[in-house]
């Protein structure tokens, strides 16, 4: 038998949980959260530092207090959520594959799903650096892990390979346990997290950042002896006369977040190659009608607060999906999103109404990828990334040949989300142009004045 709910959610951590309260409080009233851990909370259970719900909550959280906000909510709207529960496949028509110990195998059909699955940490495997295999090397967040939820010491002297913000935490985390921090190496030119961390976890600490460095060897037998470190040229090739063997007994790897999209390709939803997440629209919507996806499932986010803005926008939709009846009215439209090659090359079908928004000069990604201007709400947002360190950052979207919007920025780095308010007055110059041309294109891009 196929068990049927209006919305299943895949994930409980803060974008699935943000994202089910929304719908909740929005009118749907069958939910299923699906969560392959034995608790809610994602990967805030684990970050026990502050510095969460600034912007959501106006007051500084630690991750498990934060988490904790959510999942009262969940128990006080009676939302059903499944723990220790593995989804294992899901279909463009939202049927739902999912197992665990009490109920076997189950499948599960849902009117709108709405994908969280998160990100997960880049392992060595991925960077291919030369020597032994021993142990004493470990992801930033498996060191977290360790120290924060299982009360084990990875080691006492310490290298942190990545200056993103999970491997900065994790300099600071170390040092308060007594271990010996000796440098966080970058391989770009620029620190990859948020300069709030690098202050109050490298610098508060005496913690040197050297920037165009990388670990090009590494030693040891069974237990992790010494990293081989160098500088690296334009290219980020080494400079061999700059190689320094420095002794420790831990490696942290802290070199990138993949979004977790192993569930999305399978119910046949498009990926940007630029994001590694789903292409969504305004709403937050797939390639698929009435999958929806948010989180760091999409892209990867700086702020967990973000994360839940987008999982209510998210939550929202899909309840305006549901209860509008547009499951059933959008069976087998054609109105969808579709890839070919770049993110460049992105097409709305050739429908009116449907504008593409890309990356242009200076800028990595952008989410969402298309805009329907009549679905999009005043002061939603676009996002992006920053390819490199900009001063006096003039940002612009352009849309058939002319400037829609432009302001300067002091500064705009690729380690901090930049956003864009789409007003009214520039939503309403998208739809103008939207309806009366096949391929609306908006570009953003920015450069330094």
Known sequence: MVREVDLAVIGGGPAGLAAAVEAKKHGVRDILILERESELGGILQQCIHTGFGLRIFGEE???????????????????????????IDISGDKI?????????????????????MGCRERPRGAL????????????????????NIEGYMPGKEVVILGSGDIGLIMARRMTLEGAKVKMVCELMPYPGGLNR??????????????????????????????????????????????????????????????????????????????TAGPIVNESM?????????????????????????????????????????????????????????????????GMKGMARIVAGEGVRYVVPQVIRPGY????????????????????????????IYTSVRPKAVPGEMQSIKLTGNIIEKIKNMAESHNDVKIVVQVNSI
Do not use: W
């Open 61 to 87: 959280l630690t991750g498990p207090e934060y988490a904790e906000r959510f999942i009262t909510q969940v128990k006080e709207l009676n939302i059903d959520t499944r723990l220790n529960s593995m989804v």
């Open 96 to 116: 739902i594959t999912y197992v665990n110990k009490k109920e076997g195998l189950v499948n599960l059909k849902a009117k709108a799903v709405v994908l969280a």
């Open 128 to 147: 291919n650096i030369p020597g032994t295999r021993p142990a004493g090397i470990y992801t930033a967040g498996t060191a977290q892990r360790f120290i």
């Open 197 to 274: 961390n690098i202050v109050q976890c490298l610098h508060d600490y005496s913690i040197p950042l050297r920037l165009s460095c990388t670990v090009v060897e590494i030693h040891g037998d069974k237990r992790l002896k010494g990293v081989t470190v160098a500088n690296v040229d334009k290219n980020l090739k080494p400079i061999p006369e700059t190689f320094e063997y420095v002794e420790c007994d831990t490696l942290l790897l802290s070199v990138g977040l993949i979004p977790e999209n192993e569930l999305s390709k399978k119910a046949g939803i498009v990926i940007d190659p630029a």
């Open 285 to 349: 919507e797939t390639s698929v009608n009435g999958i929806f996806a948010c989180g760091n499932v999409v892209h990867v986010h700086d702020l967990v607060d973000r994360v839940t803005e987008e999982a209510m926008l998210a939550g929202r939709s899909a309840a305006r999906y549901i209860l509008s009846g547009e499951d059933r009215k959008r069976a087998g439209n054609s109105d969808k999103v579709r890839a070919a090659g770049s993110g460049d090359n992105v097409l709305t079908a």
């Open 376 to 403: 999009s709400a005043e002061n939603s947002e676009i996002l992006f990334r920053v390819k490199d360190v900009y001063k006096n950052a003039r940002i612009s979207l352009i849309c058939l040949g002319e400037e």
